[in-house]
């Protein structure tokens, strides 16, 4: 969708682009004659002037602007009564075809002598009481470089559209291939994961496994043995965490799902806290939470719930002597703001870029999974988790989470 409306905002673009550079040009020929018309009709009024106060025309032969090429003025007969060059001054005009009508305005264009274009303007004057044509032929430079200029604006327009389009093109053409490319390292990233991700399993299942079976091959060469009820409850313990290892893996694979809803966040804290209280018993940890009544969160609350215990489990594990774990949350703006702190042992500075990655773990018997789907949990929830951590002072962990609508 955002591609589409890029493309469509190019070609609106474009368009526009276009129109203007085509209607520039079309109208700068109606501009550089209107320009033409209007120096002309002050020339006209200037010579008009100048002759009325000077019968003898003798002031006109020094009136050279510099956009004139020639002027004249002709009397009924056709006869010029003043020309720019002397000596023409009291001949005839030279065809019939040249002949001005001394009532009427007129425009066109002319070839001169020289091979130029120029612009030939005739309008009626009156000189002392007698009616004459005054035949005016202006230099076209200036007009001409309007035109011009349209002309090249309008070609730069066109270049720069087509040089846009090409450079969009390979743009678009190096997107694409960037974004091959990073799917082919996402998906060599995955199989190196799933490569990693069996490296872990053959581990962690081989010793559940062994010890099941060598717990299985006791109890069955001699089932009466009072013993083998040991062996049985250690059968049942590696099965138990074979089980949670299975089921971490396909928690961690699994699409985050879409029941989305409002929940009170003080209630979530207490299920959560009550749930923990019995691991936290044994290791002589004490668990406090503070939370607002009226803070409602909007997400999955199953799956959040999971990263709440996986958390807590983690924090408790990280105080084998005891301590103290919290749970706080307050309002941020649009908001909910998470902490979970410890007072354990803490974690140490090389592994802390790492502990969020999946199958990274500095225990014996752990697979590195914990983080890792805590993490991608809140980001299904549009949330965000960061963690601080001072080795030998403790663990605070933030996940931030929106608020109900």
């Not at 010579?47 to 000077?54: C, R």
């Not at 001054?89 to 020289?114: C, D, H, K, N």
């Not at 559940?208 to 091959?217: D, E, H, M, S």
Request: overall charge neutral.
């Amino acid at each position: 969708m955002f591609k589409k409306a890029i493309l469509l905002l190019g070609i609106t673009v474009t368009c526009c682009l276009l129109w203007f550079a085509v209607y520039d040009y079309r109208e700068a020929g109606p501009i550089a004659r209107e320009n033409l018309r209007g120096l002309a009709l002050s020339l006209t009024t200037a010579i008009e002037k100048l002759a009325a106060n000077d019968p003898s025309l003798e002031t006109l032969h020094s009136f050279h602007p510099t956009d004139v090429a020639f002027f004249a003025l002709v009397d009924g007969r056709g006869v010029y009564r003043f020309h720019s060059n002397r000596d023409l001054v009291g001949t005839a005009v030279e065809a019939p075809s040249q002949m001005i009508p001394l009532l009427t305005r007129s425009e066109t264009r002319i070839v001169l002598g020289t091979g130029e274009r120029a612009y030939q303007f005739s309008s009626p004057v009156t000189v002392r009481g007698e009616p004459l044509a005054l035949v005016l032929t202006l230099h076209t430079y200036r007009a001409d470089a309007v035109i011009r200029r349209a002309r090249l604006n309008m070609t730069i327009v066109l270049a720069l559209v087509v040089a846009g389009w090409l450079l969009s093109v390979g743009l678009a053409r190096y997107a694409r291939r960037e974004e091959r490319h990073q799917e082919e390292l996402a998906r060599r990233e995955t199989l190196a994961k799933l490569g990693e991700m069996g490296a872990v399993l053959a581990h962690e299942i081989r010793n559940p496994l062994a010890g099941i079976k060598g717990f299985a091959q006791v109890i069955a060469a001699r089932p009466q043995e009072s013993r083998n009820a040991s062996f049985a409850h250690s059968i049942v313990t590696e099965a138990v965490r074979l089980e949670s290892l299975v089921n971490d893996l396909l928690a961690y694979a699994a699409n985050e799902p879409e029941a989305v809803a409002d929940f009170a966040l003080a209630n979530l804290f207490d299920h959560t806290v009550s749930l923990l209280k019995p691991d936290a018993g044994t290791h002589g940890v004490g668990i406090s939470w503070r939370c607002p009544g009226d803070l409602l969160v909007r997400g999955n609350r199953d799956r959040i719930e999971q990263a709440l215990l996986n958390l807590g489990h983690n924090a408790v594990q990280a105080m084998p002597d005891g301590g103290e774990l919290q749970f706080l949350a307050e309002r941020s703006g649009k908001d909910a703001v998470i902490s979970i702190r410890d007072n354990g042992s803490g974690i140490a500075e090389e592994h802390r870029q790492l502990v969020f990655e999946p199958f990274f773990t500095t225990k014996s018997r752990g697979t590195g999974l914990g983080l890792a789907l805590c993490r991608k949990i809140v980001e299904a929830n549009r949330g965000r988790i960061t963690l601080q951590s001072r080795e030998g002072e403790g663990t605070v962990v933030t996940l931030t989470l929106p608020c109900a609508r």
